[in-house]
């Protein structure tokens, strides 16, 4: 991915949660129920973080459960995206009643009228880490290391697989460029998915690779450089517009989730979000010059 490709990524999402409250027209602050809100069937949006069969299945139990506990609505319906800026238009147009979201996109678009509902917590926490590794047989053992070569990364939007391991760089002396220049000490090449940016450094395309803790594998042949710090889990938003009493039954419903809806779930189950939660990411979103004003003043002087 190009600058200009990176820009538009980001700033397509910016400019449409932006919008989105206003053009969405599937928003209904009037509903006092969740079958009104929902007109039957809930679409959950799910950002490409992991491979779109695989995510179907690891939230089937859980949509299950949120039907059968939601009088009235009959289905609830994983609706996989391409990008992560696909994700927040999916549900802050209201094309999509829910949404699980990169803690990244959610502190960009937290103040364009989504509602958070719960937090995801795994392994006991309600927050994760980005890893930087690289392969046992390089000579790589420090980020300044990395400076000339390749690093896979996962999506200019993703939390762990995108902003953290830029800042790590960044705090480490390297130039990784921001909204408006590319990196001079380093490349990036962009997978796509946590497991895509693994594999693309298991398969000796690259020299280093980030992505979230949960992709590490257990073996020696990969090695782990640098680790961020705690990232609090994606969140699980409603739509703009989404009355109260609606969030309220959705976020009873979403905590009282039974382990076994989340066996194959990779997250241990769903919490409350505390004010302030997603503080750090927006300050370290801010401190890489990645804001909603100056992406959508980017995404207007650039046509190609």
């Known amino acids: 991915m190009n600058r200009r490709q990176y820009l538009s990524s980001l700033a397509g999402a910016a400019t449409i949660s ?20 929902a007109d039957e069937t809930i679409e959950f949006a799910l950002p490409p973080f992991q491979d779109a069969e695989e995510l179907q299945e690891q939230y089937a139990d859980t949509f299950e459960w949120l039907a059968e506990g939601l009088e009235g609505v009959d289905d609830v319906q994983g609706v996989p995206t391409t990008s992560y800026s696909a994700a927040i238009e999916s549900v802050v147009q209201g094309h999509t009643e829910l949404a699980n979201l990169s803690p990244i996109i959610y502190a960009m678009a937290a103040d364009e009228g989504i509602h958070p509902l719960v937090i995801n917590w795994s392994h006991g926490s309600d927050a994760y880490h980005s890893y930087i590794a690289t392969r046992a047989d390089t000579e790589i053992e420090t980020l300044a290391d990395l400076e000339g070569k390749t690093v896979a990364m996962v999506d200019p939007l993703s939390s762990s697989g995108g902003l953290f391991p830029r800042y790590m760089l960044n705090q480490a002396g390297l130039d990784v460029g921001d909204v408006d220049t590319e990196p001079s000490d380093l490349e990036f090449e962009w997978a796509g998915s946590h497991g895509a940016s693994f594999e693309t450094l298991d398969a000796g395309h690259v020299d280093a690779a980030a992505y979230g803790d949960f992709q590490h594998p257990d073996d020696d042949a990969i090695v782990k450089i640098a680790e961020s710090e705690p990232i609090p889990f994606d969140p699980i938003v409603a739509k703009p517009g989404t009355p109260e009493p609606v969030r309220e039954t959705l976020i009873e419903r979403l905590i009282d989730t039974p382990e076994e809806a989340l066996e194959d779930h990779r997250i241990d189950r769903f919490g409350e979000v505390e004010p ?29």
Do not use: F, K
């Open 18 to 37: 932006a919008a989105g409250c206003l053009e969405g027209g599937d928003n209904d602050d009037s509903a006092s129920s969740v079958d009104e809100w």
């Open 276 to 304: 302030g939660t997603y503080d750090p990411v927006r300050d370290v979103a801010e401190t890489m010059g990645i804001d909603i004003d100056d992406l959508e003043t980017s995404a207007d002087g650039d046509d190609e």
